[in-house]
Nanobody, 115 residues
Framework: QVQLVESGGGLVQPGGSLRLSCAPS????????MGWYRQGPGKERELVAV???????NYADSVKGRFTISRDNAKNTMYLQMNSLKPEDTAVYYC?????????WGQGTQVTVSS
């Protein structure tokens, strides 16, 4: 069973930046989409950003213009660059990779935006 490992979360002041990373513990083939989701306190898990195998991206309206999803194929790593962070971005962020026969999730990394 492949595991996804996230890193880069932490405490940041409003207006600050963080970069999350996600890498698998093993090889994953035939990826259809890679994405970042988040779950805030008392809220349901929601999509933040997704990138397809062809490189197309899609973002939640709440993060458009502030967050950027990217991938480094050589390192098999996915990133989420988060700028101009707001208190409402506080959540546990999860990475996800989907293929025709699998749906892998990371364990989550906490992002707290507070002064």
């Amino acid at each position: 069973q492949v595991q996804l490992v996230e890193s880069g979360g932490g405490l940041v002041q409003p207006g600050g930046s963080l970069r999350l990373s996600c890498a698998p513990s093993g090889s994953i083939f035939n990826i259809i989409t890679m994405g970042w989701y988040r779950q805030g306190p008392g809220k349901e898990r929601e999509l933040v950003a997704v990138i397809t195998s062809s490189g197309r991206t899609n973002y939640a309206d709440s993060v458009k213009g502030r967050f950027t999803i990217s991938r480094d194929n050589a390192k098999n790593t996915m990133y989420l660059q988060m700028n101009s962070l707001k208190p409402e971005d506080t959540a546990v962020y999860y990475c996800n990779r989907r293929g025709p026969t699998y749906d892998y999730w990371g364990q989550g990394t906490q992002v707290t935006v507070s002064s």
